[in-house]
């Protein structure tokens, strides 16, 4: 079974992580690529265009999304995953199901990508240790309040998922945190999120920003999901200013670009 390329975290410019939905609900790309050709198509785009990563779903996790049958999930990822694995990029498999990153995981990805950050599968923790993979564990709340400390409730989530992800034995180097821009939070909280990215490195993990077309963008700039590359831009290159290791993205080129030019300013030469 061929694997995908072992994953290194980035030593200069933040990694792009190219989304790939093979789901017929996505917020900003649902349907499109559900064609298992036409999906790895895509996939092969965006290795070309620079992505380091590659993040395959087979579950919409935007809110109010139907959930799926893990079979139903598995069907949708089957077909694709041993051509993509076969493109040389490290894959990601983007769920919250233990069975499903097992498989995934054998079947080549090599980071597991759970947007509840090993609370909602009591078997998630261990499954990864298993597996070896990497494991990027996102804050997630079942819905949005506005009177809570958001940025208190992201360090005691991070806790819990940093214990979880230690008692199971996964390495603190396959570790990595993402706030979870969009998922049960208020907008505000969003940019609040944002602007205090950097207090997010205390808990001394890699970190992920994934706001790419979210409504939090929409909500300022008030356009459509497929008009929102340049705040999701601006998002992305502020987050990576503030310490994001990683960010997570349906447009890879204009972000590996982006990326690049704010290494050479921090860097203060071109190589």
Known sequence: MAHSRPYTLPS?????MGILNLTPDSFSDGGRFVDARTAVAHARAMAEEGADILDIGGESTRPGAAPVSLEEEWARLAPVLDPVVELGLPVSIDTYKAEIARRACAAGAVIVNDVWGLQRDSAMADAVAETGAHVIMM???TKADPSVDILAD???????????ADRAGIARDR?????GFGFGKTVDQNYLILNRFASLKKHGLPLLAGASRKRMIAAVLDVLAD?????????HLLAAERGAAIVRVHDVRPHVDALRILEATLAEQVR
């Open 12 to 16: 200069g410019r933040p990694h792009v």
């Open 139 to 141: 804050h997630n709340r």
């Open 154 to 164: 992201i360090d005691r989530f991070f806790e819990r998922s940093m214990t979880l």
């Open 175 to 179: 570790q990595i945190l993402d706030p």
């Open 227 to 235: 008009e929102r590359l340049y705040g999701s831009l601006a998002v």
